[in-house]
Structures are given as structure tokens and as C-alpha cells.
């Protein structure tokens, strides 16, 4: 994930912002490294695109809700970098 947003150097206790596009659609969210011992980096966003998210993939967001192991399957997201729609208008 670090690689693919481009946070390698962020920092604990820091975090960036990024931007998920769904065609015309934005969704904000950031990027943080947690300040623990061994750092984790965490992805947020907002509860829009968690319900864009648990629209399209109903059986993981419930899921998620309950537990933190696996149903079994992946989930699949396919993620590109690149500029955001432009407008026609």
C-alpha cells in the first residue's frame, strides 16, 4: 500500500491525504502511520465510500463488522493511479 500511494517516507504520527475516484465521484480519505512501537499504516475514509464500498461488496462489509478473520474468499480491488475525471461542462 505504501509503495502504490507513495507514503514510504511518512512518518509515525503523520498522515496524507488521497483520493479515490468512482467515475466522477470523489471520495476523500488519508493515510496514516500510527505512533506505536512497531507502527502500522492505516487507510481512512469516510463513511460514504464505506457505503459505495458495502454496496458493491455487501458479504465483506458485513463481515467486517463482525470479525477481523477471513469469509473465506478475497476481496478484490483494483486500484489506478492517475489524474481524476475531468468535466465536461
Request: hydrophobic share 35%; aromatic share 14%; net charge positive.
Amino acid at each position: 500500500m505504501r509503495e502504490f500511494f507513495a507514503v514510504g517516507d511518512l512518518q509515525p504520527g503523520h498522515k496524507r491525504s488521497i483520493v479515490f475516484w468512482l467515475g466522477e465521484e470523489r471520495f476523500d480519505a488519508f493515510i496514516e502511520k500510527t505512533n506505536h512501537l512497531t507502527p502500522r499504516t492505516r487507510m481512512i475514509w469516510k463513511a460514504d465510500f464505506t457505503a459505495v464500498l458495502g454496496k458493491a461488496y455487501p458479504e465483506w462489509l458485513e463481515f467486517f463488522r463482525k470479525s477481523r478473520g477471513s469469509p473465506g474468499r478475497h476481496l478484490r480491488c483494483f486500484l489506478r493511479s492517475g489524474r481524476p475525471p475531468t468535466s465536461t461542462v
